[in-house]
């Protein structure tokens, strides 16, 4: 088994149906010789029995040249990441996943092409004189230019994808824009009479809505109220005023005790009483018996009303 110099999977275009197919590729310094292979396998080196298997197509890199396939599509339809090998007049096409590793791939075969061509010169690729030649200066020279503008190609090709990317963006903003502004127009507006209302115009602040103890608060005396007006005798308002009338009848009545005694104490000895005496007296008459009755029942002073009693 020899050296490998670079190995990967790539899409290679068949050469008698031209289908792309995958293939594991590699670039190989077979033992005993110097010239490099690039062969192609069904399988990577990984999955190989003890015994490497047989590679679908070997190719021997003398005379051979590589190089990037142009971006017109004229060597690789649809694949943008693809270089050929040109041996003997014929280009063997290969594509890559991503640019670098087609760059890659380009700079490898490139090198070894190089190396072999000096060694068949009789000149080693490290020594002096290899390194002294301005022909293969040049060629180098060559090479890596080649290299590097495919590398430029593939970063201006970056941008362009970016800058389409970027204008259809702005389109699609554009036309979402548009969109909003029409459905704006065509949706009914307010009328003064129910206007439209921020959140922060109809929100009200806790302090325009709280009010102060001092604002609600009733002083006790403004509510409370004295026993005497809140307390409820058992007899009804009709019967203390019937009491309230009772006694002053009967304060009247005690006057009228009063005055009849004085006359009573002008009677005679033989206990008649003069006419002036008698014409005084029989007004109180009526008021002396009722007031002889009730001291006669035994009504005391406690049975009486407040008013009376106190009398």
């Known amino acids: 088994m020899g050296d490998i110099v670079r190995a990967g999977w790539v899409t290679k ?32 080196r990984m999955q190989w029995p003890e015994e490497p298997p047989r590679p679908t197509e070997r190719l021997p890199l003398v005379g051979a040249t590589c190089f990037p396939c142009p971006d017109d599509g004229t060597m690789a339809a649809g694949r943008p ?8 007049g ?28 000096l060694r ?12 002294g030649n301005s022909e293969l200066r040049g060629y180098i020279a060559a090479l890596h230019g080649s290299l590097d503008a495919v590398a430029l190609g593939q970063v201006n090709r970056g941008i362009e994808e970016l800058l389409q990317r970027k204008g259809e963006l702005e389109a699609e903003l554009e036309a979402a824009r548009e969109a909003r502004a029409v459905a704006a127009a065509a949706s009914p507006r ?23 103890p001092g604002e609600i608060s009733i002083s006790p005396g403004e509510i409370s109220t004295s026993p005497a007006e809140i307390s409820t ?25 009063d005055q009849a005694q004085q006359i009573a104490c002008r009677v005679t000895a033989d206990g008649r009483e003069s006419d002036d005496s008698d014409r005084q007296y029989e007004p109180f008459r009526g008021s002396m018996a009722r007031h002889s009755s009730r001291l006669s029942t035994g009504s005391s002073t406690a049975d009486l009303p407040a008013a009376e009693a106190s009398t």
């Open 190 to 212: 307010l009328g003064p009479s129910s206007p439209r209302a921020s959140p922060g115009e109809i929100s009200i602040s806790p302090a325009e809505i709280s009010t102060s």
């Open 120 to 131: 068949l010169g009789g000149v080693e690729p490290s020594s002096m004189l290899a390194g």
């Open 13 to 44: 275009e068949s050469r008698h149906w031209g289908r792309w197919r995958l293939r594991w590729l590699e670039l190989v310094y077979e033992e005993g010789t110097s010239v490099p292979n690039l062969c192609s396998y069904k399988a990577a």
């Open 81 to 88: 990441h693809a270089f050929a090998l040109n041996l003997r």
């Open 233 to 257: 005798s058992p007899a009804p308002l009709r019967a203390r005023e019937l009491a309230a009338a009772e006694t002053e009848v009967a304060e009247l009545e005690c006057d009228c005790c």
């Open 90 to 117: 014929r280009d063997f096409v290969f594509a890559t996943e991503t640019a670098d590793e087609a760059v890659e791939w380009v700079r490898s075969l490139s090198l070894a092409i190089a190396e072999l061509a």
